[in-house]
């Protein structure tokens, strides 16, 4: 891809003690971020401006984020379990080495020692010691519709998760608070369940060819019309794989000679995509616009390394909302940052489009900014659709650019005809064009499900990340025996959740993700929250010290405040 062409193609955490009165919190620092719009700036007696400033003329509206700092207490003892789980791993090992205790892990053959190994032997300690030892939380066949309540297949190890045996049994009516579900369009009833049907009697199930070969239908033509339609930009292009949509695209819009900057917390898709691409990646801390306007001048001011020549393009990559802490991203001050350097922006938007916004749009919508400011709008639709696969939208030059030299596009085999179909049919529903406020029904009761989930945990005492209307609900777990722990007892009460650890999260970070749906009841969330809250005592999760409710005083304007 040449400079020209690609010229065508594409046109700081405030840190502060929470106040309650004159007291604050026993639990030290809270990273809290709220943004408002407003004329007056509002500074308390004792508080210091620190660097990290924002522009809160961007934001129409309330934009509030927290994150509560880990207790030391808590961090030592993190520490300390994953430091006992590795000393009793290299025991286990040499255990294993002498044939004392049976090894369940693939190994070399003595024939072999000689030869480049094939396993890594160390790399997998991890793996072999500690993921092993709670990996009956992962991978639970289910035998239902992953809707708001699944069934579980019932399943028993008798040698401590290395493999496992069907009892025959099914775990009934499981509230799921794990899957994707945003809008509750997986589901074997209803419209979209019924017009895939008819089109899986009239295509069949598969295409088996590529979309520039034989594989090119109508309806996916008229797929990509409508979500360029839903997005609001010129042309889109629809794609069978949602991870491959980002590790495929990334690298067919940047190469040599290109900068990428990219969110720490960035998915493995796009991370994966950078890599591929040949650029030069730089990383900015999570949602730090001064961390990135930094890394833009530099790269305005310095170019390439030892040529200095001016890069052929910057292309900032964030997503709408990350999926391991619940956070939004600031895009009115990506976009200005954007504009002001003259760099290019992708958003990926597979966890936020269909999930925020008032019409559904993602974080554009949520945001009320123009769709064209965004260069490169990417998202998927396993999510709020209840399909798969994914897009990308954009101007008319960029998608047809994509069709011929995209290798998920020129390679990969079109997407099924009923998966279509089921997209088709859930966005007209978003969009209003059934008839029906079935989809404006749907994301209210999806922002109403999300801000009562999230109040409600708060009250009870745990410690949860990201902002307040993302769906996305992190419960901050840490120590690494209650990972397991809290999956399985949680399983116990007849509630189904995803828990996750190192090396997905920071180490003293682990946590339980919750994911809201507008399926959710709210008989279903409380007793969700009831089963939580139980848990919680039980393995004495309750860490927060923050005071409830926060002053209204608490929100920050314009200048990021540290109570000395």
Not at 195 to 201: G, L, M, P, R, S
Not at 419 to 442: F, N, P
Request: proline share 4%; hydrophobic share 35%; glycine share 8%.
């Amino acid at each position: 891809m040449t400079e020209s062409s690609a010229t065508k193609l594409l046109n700081g955490d405030g840190c502060r003690r929470t106040l309650n009165g004159k007291n604050a919190s026993k639990n030290g620092y809270v990273k809290n971020h709220c943004l408002f719009q407003q004329s007056q700036k509002y500074r308390r007696s004792g508080e210091k401006k620190q660097n990290a400033t924002h522009n809160p003329s961007l934001y129409k509206k309330p934009f509030v984020e927290s994150y509560e700092e880990t207790p030391l207490l808590v961090a030592v003892l993190t520490y300390m379990g994953y430091g006992i789980l590795t000393v009793f791993g290299y025991l286990r090992d040499f255990l294993r080495h002498w044939n004392i205790e049976k090894c369940h892990v693939a190994r070399e053959r003595d024939e072999q020692k000689d030869f480049v190994p094939l396993y890594q032997d160390f790399e997998n300690f991890y793996t072999r010691n500690l993921y092993m030892r709670i990996r009956d939380n992962w991978n639970r066949p289910i035998c239902s519709v992953p809707g708001a309540k699944v069934d579980l297949v019932e399943r028993v190890t008798h040698n401590y998760n290395w493999t496992f045996e069907h009892t025959g049994k099914v775990v009934k009516d499981v509230i799921n608070m794990g899957s994707y579900n945003y809008l509750g369009f997986a589901e074997n009833t209803g419209s979209c369940a019924d017009a895939a049907v008819e089109v899986t009697q009239k295509y069949g199930a598969g295409v088996g060819s590529t979309r520039c070969e034989m594989g090119n239908l109508d309806i996916h033509e008229e797929l990509e019309e409508l979500v360029a339609r839903f997005l609001g930009v010129e042309s889109s292009m629809a794609f069978g794989m949602g991870f491959a949509t980002n590790s495929m695209n990334i690298p067919a819009l940047t190469g040599k000679g290109c900068l990428i900057l990219s969110d720490e917390l960035n998915h493995a898709s796009l991370v994966l995509g950078a890599r591929l691409s040949g650029s030069t990646i730089r990383v900015f801390k999570h949602n730090n616009m001064q961390s990135l306007e930094k890394l833009l001048r530099d790269a305005i001011v310095h170019g390439q390394p030892r040529t200095h020549r001016p890069w052929k393009k910057i292309l900032i990559v964030v997503e709408g909302i990350y999926s391991m802490e619940g956070s939004i991203v600031r895009l009115p001050e990506v976009i200005a940052l954007k504009k002001r350097y003259k760099a290019y922006l992708y958003l990926d938007e597979a966890h936020s489009i269909g999930a925020v916004g008032p019409n559904g749009k993602g974080v554009v919508d949520y945001f009320g900014l123009d769709p064209k400011d965004v260069d490169i709008m990417m998202g998927t639709f396993t999510k709020s659709f209840g399909a798969a696969g994914g897009y990308i939208g954009g101007k008319k030059e960029l998608i047809d650019y994509l069709r011929s030299h995209s290798h998920s596009a020129v390679y990969a085999t079109s997407m099924s005809p009923p998966v279509a179909q089921q997209i088709i049919t859930s966005m007209k529903i978003i969009m209003g064009e059934d008839g029906t406020t079935l989809g404006a029904d749907r994301l209210r009761q999806l922002s109403e499900n999300t801000n009562y989930f999230r109040r409600r945990l708060r009250e009870l005492g745990f410690i949860i990340y990201g902002n307040d209307d993302s769906p996305v609900v992190p419960l901050m777990l840490y120590m690494p025996a209650k990972i397991g722990a809290f999956g399985r007892e949680m399983l116990k009460r007849n509630i189904g959740t995803v828990v996750v650890g190192f090396p997905a999260t920071p180490i003293i970070e682990s946590r339980a993700r919750f994911c809201v749906s507008a399926a959710h009841t709210r008989e279903m969330l409380d007793t969700a929250l009831e089963a939580i809250s139980e848990v919680g005592d039980l393995l004495q999760l309750k860490y927060s010290r923050r005071e409830q409710p926060l002053p209204s005083l608490g929100w920050m304007s314009e200048d990021s405040l540290l109570q000395d």
